[in-house]
């Protein structure tokens, strides 16, 4: 069974910085491919960031691009999302993903498992 558990969310001022974790179980990480969204209150979950099985492509929604960094580490099976100039539209609750095989990095059809999520709030 593979299990996805966020961690390193809370409240930070516009300005500031944060790192997010992605603690992966289950065997095969580093076959697929992981993402990042957010869901803000009343509005659809929606593509921050992924990167391949590798770490050798990744890519980002428009609103982050240039202020967040997506990594991995696939020795430790943990998947990483350094956020910088942080806005209070990135006010959201985070979500990691692990995408399957074929879909689409971009939406949410593309990944099958998914964690809790962790909460970030950027006050202005």
């Known amino acids: 069974q593979v299990q996805l558990v966020e961690s390193g969310g809370g409240l930070v001022q516009a300005g500031g910085s944060l790192r997010l974790s992605c603690a992966a179980s289950?065997?095969?990480?580093?076959?697929?491919?992981m993402g990042w969204f957010r869901q803000a209150p009343g509005k659809e979950r929606e593509f921050v960031a992924a990167?391949?099985?590798?770490?050798?492509?990744?890519y980002y929604a428009d609103s982050v691009k240039g202020r967040f960094t997506i990594s991995r580490d696939n020795a430790k099976n943990m998947v990483y999302l350094q956020m910088n100039s942080l806005k209070p539209e990135d006010t959201a609750v985070y979500y990691c993903g692990r995408g399957h095989s074929g879909g689409t990095y971009y939406h949410t059809a593309g990944y099958d498992y998914w964690g809790q999520g962790t909460q970030v709030t950027v006050s202005s």
């Open positions: 990167i391949s099985w590798s770490g050798g492509s990744a």
């Open positions: 289950g065997r095969s990480f580093s076959s697929y491919a």
